[in-house]
């Protein structure tokens, strides 16, 4: 939505990435998430992913199959400076996750506190629905939020708070719950932010195996 466009491109233009409330100088919840999924996963998506240091970590871990899509480009302008020309291996889109169409599939789908600011359930099911076109059958989607102890508000914007069996009421059962835990971010100010992280598995059913046709015997 243009409105929300341009409070993140002005929050971006504004502040620095270090000074945000969700500026993390590690980003080991997401790396921890990310060993549940196991191994022989090459494709990763961070959606709304701002100017968070995860793609850095994950550049410097070799992975070499990342995109990062967020709704404000001045946001992905702070990672492609902080990167230089490392910012080459890495995919970029900007948009809005609630009318984005993917293009092609992922194996992991990761967002740390994005999903929490759809309060209005459309904006929600077009978020689902842009997953479930994103992530392969089999992939499996991180999803971190305020936990229901956690801020009414981030950023100035209302919030949804959930725990793990939340939100996989909200995805569907389609997916499993392969992990979940509970982190105590701490912002630049020092004021604690209880988060729920989840690791869902997508079901890997393919397609049903189609019986050739039955051609009529001629005698
Ligand atoms: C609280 S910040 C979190 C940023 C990043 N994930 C991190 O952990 O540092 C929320 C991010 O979501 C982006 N965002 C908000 N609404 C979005 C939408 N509808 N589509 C895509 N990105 C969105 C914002 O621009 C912002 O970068």
New binding site residues.
């Given amino acids: ?1 243009a409105q ?1 466009r341009s409070h ?1 491109d002005s ?2 233009r504004r502040k620095t ?1 270090e000074s ?5 100088d590690d ?1 080991r919840p ?1 790396l921890d998430a990310l060993s549940a999924c196991g191994p022989g996963h090459r494709a990763l998506i ?9 793609v850095d970590a994950l550049l410097a871990r070799g992975w070499q199959d990342l995109s990062v ?4 480009q001045p ?1 992905l302008a702070h990672v492609q400076a902080r990167l230089g020309h490392q910012a080459r291996k890495v995919h970029w889109i900007v ?4 009318d ?1 169409r993917p293009d092609r599939s992922y194996d992991i789908w990761h ?4 999903f929490h ?2 309060t209005a359930p459309e ?1 929600r099911s077009a ?1 689902i629905a842009a997953l479930r076109q994103a992530l392969r059958p089999g992939g499996l989607a991180i999803l ?1 939020t305020f936990a229901p102890d956690g801020p009414d508000k ?2 100035g914007l209302p919030v949804r708070k959930y725990g793990a069996p939340d939100l996989w009421a909200e995805l569907g059962d389609e997916f499993h719950l392969r992990h979940a835990f509970r982190e105590v971010h701490h912002t630049p100010s020092d004021v604690p932010q209880p988060f729920t992280w989840a690791v869902f598995q997508r079901d890997d059913r393919r397609a049903p195996h189609q019986a050739p046709p039955v051609h009529p015997v001629r005698g």
């Fill in positions: 939505m929300d993140w929050v971006y990435p945000v409330s969700w500026f993390q980003p997401s961070d959606v709304g992913g701002g100017a968070s240091g995860l899509l967020d709704i404000s946001a948009a809005d996750l609630t984005w967002d740390r506190a994005v600011f759809l904006q978020y971190a981030c950023s």
